[in-house]
């Protein structure tokens, strides 16, 4: 056994061990969060309950079964609530959602197994998704069109949906025609207005360009009048049409279907039908836009946020770095100085990350963002444009965050360089500066690139600092756009990291947003495992075009 020790064997184990525990729990970890958040996009079925409450009476329940759990009878009795004829030390109780929320106060209820007396899955049972109020539970009794019905009991299906994807079609159309070509109008229109601000704060107003900015000012108007109609008979179109639904209080209800989405009924799907559903839901979930305070919809204006603001990141960190690697390692003297600004880059790394945040605010939007007001855009204040957080500012924090990241890596791959390469080069007849632009950066790329994985890495799940100079909880607009000059990098943004958070944490609807938690917390894994195969992609292909100058 002493032999066994000396010889190291044990402490080999100990770290195979380590390591496999660590990688299990990784994996583990990651199973539960995609289990979680992917299997809310699967159809559950939808049920229809009878239940009996503790004065007797008997209600009906109609929703999807969310959660469930089993719970001490002590509990429910310590809350005031008395099963009869129930003896047992657990019971179950399922978590429903019933939706409905002009109807019902709230649209999760918690049931009691000892008290569902019935518990059926009917066919006919229809789940209406909708932009606002959530979704609607219930059996679809008729189609109307202009209040006169257009469907029998036989097609009621078939032309409830034809009449959804007109409506979706329709608002599609509108929502374009609102964002594109009259939010153009409208960027125009302040745009006008600036440069009449501008030409009086310069004295050079004169009626020549008052008349100029007039009539452009009126043509502008103009042309907002005629897609203003347009778009005013889009949404009257998308109102024609309603459907009358029998909820589960037994009363029958008209929808107006210009609120409508999508109409599904989980019960009568089959295997491929609820495949073909799942993928169709991802689809939605990674395309469309948040809604209902985040806690429905989509989340792609929180990918676009989180990819563009770490490209841009990736795009300022790595010349900073690299030119700061360079100086250290191939020119700065090897001296107390030298030491003491490695040891501060090093430090650096270990300061938190509210701390840049703070620092961001205070510098980078506050100080350089208002000069940059005051200097360029003198005639939109006091609405600030730089002066406030936004994706550019956020960048450049996170950018300062991860930089002794690339720092350190970059110079860990310049000091495995063999300085016979740089002699080599230099007895040749090159310079120092064609040295470095041609053999020296280019093997150190594999280097550069860890160092910018390992930037990604970081900076794709900081949330802290990016709270204080540039995310919201719901941007309208996106930081790229088709007006000039595209990339408006004053804007604020959205971010996967902070929509969870929001959605998890500050949610009005706790029980809705749970699964979105999954589902986001997932997605923010999959982008960022995404970015750095790409990076490492890069690298390995970095690492063999130049392996052939380390030999």
């Known amino acids: ?32 969060i995609g289990w979680r958040g992917l299997s809310f996009f699967w159809p559950a079925q939808i049920h229809e309950m009878d239940v009996r409450a503790t004065d007797g009476s008997i209600s009906t329940i109609i929703g999807e079964v969310y959660d469930s759990e089993t719970i001490p009878l002590s509990r429910l009795q310590e809350s005031g609530v008395e099963l009869d004829n129930y003896n047992e030390e657990m019971l179950d109780r399922w978590l429903i959602k019933v939706g409905n929320r002009e109807y019902v106060p709230l649209d999760f209820t918690w049931v009691l197994e ?52 007109r409506v979706v079609e329709l608002n599609e159309q509108a929502s ?87 109409v599904s009924f989980p019960n009568d799907m089959g295997l491929l039908a609820k495949v073909g559903h799942f993928f169709v839901e991802i689809g939605k979930f990674i395309s469309a836009d948040p809604r209902e305070a985040n806690t429905e919809g989509g989340v792609f204006p929180a990918i676009f946020g989180t990819v563009f603001m770490v490209l841009l990141m990736s795009i300022i960190v790595t010349p900073f770095g690299v030119v700061a690697a360079i ?56 609405s600030p444009t730089f002066g406030t957080p936004g994706v550019m500012w956020a960048a450049i924090t996170l950018a300062i965050l991860t930089l002794p990241v690339v720092i350190v890596s970059t110079e860990e791959g310049l000091s495995r360089i063999p ?49 204080l100079v540039g995310v919201v909880k719901s941007a309208p ?24 958070y929001d959605v998890g944490f500050q949610s009005p609807n706790v029980e809705a947003a749970r699964p979105l938690v999954y589902a986001t917390s997932f997605l923010l894994v999959t982008v960022i495992v995404g970015l750095n195969l790409t990076a490492i992609g890069v690298r390995n292909h970095l690492r063999e075009k130049y392996r052939s100058l380390e030999h």
Not at 24 to 31: Q, S, T
Not at 139 to 151: I, P, T
Not at 477 to 500: A, E
């Open 1 to 32: 056994m002493k032999g066994w020790f000396k010889s190291g064997k044990p402490w080999i184990w100990l770290t195979a061990g380590s390591v496999s525990i660590s990688l299990i729990a990784v994996i583990g970890l990651l199973i539960l």
């Open 114 to 165: 000892p008290q569902i007396v019935r518990d059926e899955t009917p066919k006919d049972l229809a789940k209406l998704e909708r932009a606002k109020d959530g979704n609607f539970y219930g059996y679809v009794v008729d189609v109307l069109e202009n209040g006169e019905s257009v469907a029998t009991s036989d097609n009621v299906r078939a032309v409830l949906r034809e009449r959804i994807e």
């Open 176 to 262: 374009d025609l609102q964002d594109s070509d009259i939010g153009a109008i409208n960027y125009e229109l302040n745009d006008l207005r600036l440069q009449r601000r501008a030409l009086e704060l310069e004295g050079k107003l004169t009626e020549a360009e008052e008349a100029r900015i007039a009539a452009e000012e009126a043509q502008l108007r103009a042309d907002y009048e005629v897609l203003e109609a347009e778009l005013f008979e889009l949404r009257e179109q998308a109102n024609r049409d309603a459907v009358v639904m029998r909820d589960m209080r037994g009363v029958e209800v008209t929808l107006p279907m210009y609120r409508m989405l999508d």
């Open 327 to 382: 100086y250290l390692h191939e020119y700065a003297g090897k001296n107390a100085i030298t030491r003491l600004i490695r040891i501060a880059v090093i430090n650096l790394a270990g300061v938190p990350s509210i701390v840049y945040g703070v620092f961001g605010l205070g510098f980078f939007v506050y100080m350089v963002g208002g000069s940059l007001d005051q200097i360029f855009y003198p005639e939109a204040l006091p």
């Open 419 to 467: 300085s016979t390469l740089r002699e080599g080069s230099l007895a040749l007849g090159a310079t120092k500066a064609e040295t470095l632009w041609r053999i020296i950066i280019p093997m150190a790329s594999p280097a550069i690139m860890t160092g910018l994985i390992l930037a990604v890495a970081r900076a794709a799940g900081e949330v802290a600092p990016l709270m």
């Open 477 to 500: 607009m996106l930081p790229v756009d088709g007006n000039f000059p595209y990339f408006h990098l004053d804007r604020k943004f959205m971010h996967l990291g902070f929509h969870i």
